[in-house]
């Protein structure tokens, strides 16, 4: 079973910087993608952003121009940067890892980190 370390997140004031980071604890596949989803009360689940084992990204339509996604393969370590902060980007910000083996992608999720942006 792999588990998801996050760190991050918490109470922020509009304007500021995020920085999330998610570590798997065992990364045995060769394609992957590694990324963040968040959901905000009563509201469905949705794309923050994503990084691909080969370095492809893919972002949240509402956070494109606010997040950068990266990763640091020496320590098998994805980080997320949102800057200038919203009340709306208040929500629980989930890690999740989705490994491609010889059949269907499996998803792993973290326990997630909530993130609370006040005005």
């Known amino acids: 079973q792999i588990h998801l370390v996050e760190s991050g997140g918490g109470l922020m004031q509009a304007g500021e910087s995020l920085r999330l980071s998610c570590t798997p604890s065992a990364s045995p596949f060769s394609f992957f993608t590694l990324g963040w989803y968040r959901q905000a009360p009563g509201k469905q689940r949705e794309l923050v952003a994503t990084i691909t084992s080969s370095g492809g990204t893919n972002y949240g339509d509402s956070v494109r121009d606010r997040c950068t996604i990266s990763r640091d393969n020496a320590k098998n370590t994805a980080y997320l940067q949102m800057d200038s902060l919203k009340p709306e980007d208040t929500a629980v910000y989930y890690c999740?890892?989705?490994?491609?083996?010889?059949?269907?992608?499996?998803?792993?999720w973290g326990q997630g980190s909530q993130v609370t942006v006040s005005s």
């Open positions: 999740n890892y989705r490994v491609y083996g010889l059949g269907d992608a499996d998803d792993y």
